[in-house]
């Protein structure tokens, strides 16, 4: 995928600005100032140990890396004061933060669309205008000499050629990069027109191009600062280590932003399991991201894990359940569409979910269950669902709606139970076959070296370069492929011992026994 890239007005003003201005990519905001932004954050109240520095990555990346080997358990490595972080309100008092202020606060529907999203937006427009030079703040100029111009993020899926993003197949995760880069433009629209209501005249703002380099530095770098997100000056160079590698701790509190060594007590893990950093010379100081999907991973910063069992269990797909097209029954229709998703034949409701996931699974079930009932079995159901009175909070009533998702979540006969599970069955299979390569080519293509790969029937890759584009390309469709296929298996082993159950060769009750057992194992 190419951007577009426009020179587009944010603003009621009379000329075009030059791209070459405000270009993303520019030389003239290089990555040149990692020593002088810690010299910066010296000179405040903010603390780094001189056990640490700064090295050179890919491209004009950076990270972090010990220089000396005398740490102690617990030490601080660096802790960074509040008033250094790039918070919301930096942009929000711009003039084109406040323009977009008035649009969301005078516009309900603009207001509902981006609620979620406004301290994502104000901190775009506030590095997008520092980027482009139409503002100034001394405070941030050595903070935005260490970010990554345009260049250097083109192992971020947005950017990819069309040809690395048709890896991707039938994964959700291509979709997903095609709906973030239209509402990133879309963001952008709706910021020229608060622009254009808001009666403050010429405001200079940036091009397309700078914001979607915007919006990738906040979505790549962001914290959740104790309740709003941040960026915050040197620790955002930090990389992610994975489960087996050892990471330092991090916490923002309302002083700021501290990164430490793990302590000796290990006090979250008893058993002394918790790998301690590399601290000697050249190690690397890392923390970890959090537990996501690879597709997560790949989207927001470029990167996914290979061959690790836990990251297996964050993998997740979706897999979409249409009501058969033979389900006449009107009580079943209408508990189908209760939900409010549309007609019950045509729009497919999907279930997105990890193996082991326990709740989504229950959720997945019930409406294969409920898609495979007869009346009287809907009615059964229905009243065994009342009678349970089963609570949540999201509703006024306090108890659970009773919709597809929720009415059946656990098995009450074997003849519905073998429709349910052929149901599951078919709408696996329907989503694995929408992939134009199996799993098991996946998991042999990424057992080949860079040379042998290359050398394949895969030699349309234009560049050595784009191999790792595409070699996480398919790391990332083999997970969804996994997850598929594991709740493949899982509908092929009930209908085995379900057709004994049909024998009486085994009970129901020992069907129920066997899926509980096939879950609970599955769970992390």
Not at 115 to 128: A, K, Q
Not at 170 to 183: H, N, Q, V
Request: proline share 4%.
């Amino acid at each position: 995928m190419h951007l577009l890239v426009q020179v587009l007005l944010l603003g009621p003003a009379v000329g075009w600005l030059s791209s070459a201005r405000v270009a993303a990519g520019s030389s003239s905001m290089a990555n040149t100032g990692p020593q002088a932004l810690v010299d910066h954050l010296k000179r405040g109240i903010s603390r780094i140990t001189d056990g640490v520095n700064i090295v050179p990555m890919a491209g004009d990346e950076r990270g972090v890396q010990f220089k000396e080997a005398d740490h102690e358990p617990g030490k601080e490595l660096a802790w960074i004061d509040r008033s250094e972080f790039v918070t919301p309100e930096c942009g929000e008092k711009t003039a084109v933060g406040r323009a977009l202020a008035r649009l969301l606060e005078n516009t309900s529907e603009a207001k509902r669309v981006y609620h979620t999203m406004e301290e994502d937006l104000y901190l775009s427009i506030f590095i997008s205008l520092m980027k482009g030079k139409l503002i100034s703040d001394e405070k941030f100029d050595k903070y935005m000499e260490t970010l990554p111009t345009l260049s250097a993020l083109q192992h971020l899926p947005i950017f990819w050629p069309e040809s690395s993003l048709e890896e991707l197949q039938s994964s959700a995760l291509k979709d997903g990069i095609y709906t973030r880069l239209k509402d990133w433009e879309d963001e952008y629209d709706m910021i020229k027109d608060a622009l254009v209501e808001s009666g403050d005249g010429q405001i200079d703002c940036v091009d397309l191009e700078t914001w979607i380099w915007a919006r990738t530095i906040v979505s790549s770098r962001g914290f959740d600062g104790n309740g709003a997100k941040c960026l915050v000056p040197f620790v955002d160079m930090l990389n992610h280590c994975g489960p087996k590698a050892g990471k330092c701790s991090w916490i923002i509190d309302q002083g700021g932003f501290t990164l430490s060594l793990p302590s000796a007590e290990f006090d979250d893990d008893p058993n002394n399991e918790i790998p301690i950093p590399d601290i000697r010379p050249g190690g690397k100081v890392e923390i970890s991201y959090g537990s996501h999907s690879n597709a997560h991973f790949l989207m927001n910063y470029g990167f996914s894990n290979f061959n690790d069992l836990e990251q297996d269990q964050n993998d997740k797909a979706c897999i979409p359940v249409f009501l058969p097209s033979g389900q006449d029954d009107l009580s079943v229709q209408e508990i189908w569409e209760a939900d409010g998703i549309g007609n019950c034949f045509e729009e497919s409701r999907d279930v997105t979910l990890n193996i082991g996931q326990l709740d989504a699974t229950e959720t997945l079930l019930s409406l294969c269950r409920v898609a495979s009932c007869d009346d009287i079995e809907l009615k059964k159901i229905s009243d065994l669902f009342r009678t349970e009175g089963r609570l949540t909070s999201q509703t006024e009533s306090g108890l659970i709606p009773e919709l597809g998702a929720t009415l059946c979540p656990h098995p009450f006969s074997a003849l519905n139970e073998i429709r349910a599970m052929q149901v599951l069955q078919a709408s696996t299979l329907r989503q694995l076959q929408k992939y134009s390569s199996s799993l098991d080519d996946d998991e042999a293509l990424l057992k080949q070296t860079v040379e042998d790969f290359l050398s394949n029937e895969l030699g349309k890759i234009p560049r050595k370069a784009q191999y790792y584009n595409i070699r996480n390309a398919i790391i990332a469709r083999r997970g969804e492929k996994r997850v598929l296929q594991h709740f493949l298996n899982l509908s092929c082993i009930c209908l085995d011992f379900l057709s004994q159950v049909t024998k009486a060769e085994e009970t129901f009750e020992d069907y129920i026994e066997l899926l509980e057992s096939e879950l609970m194992d599955a769970a992390p």
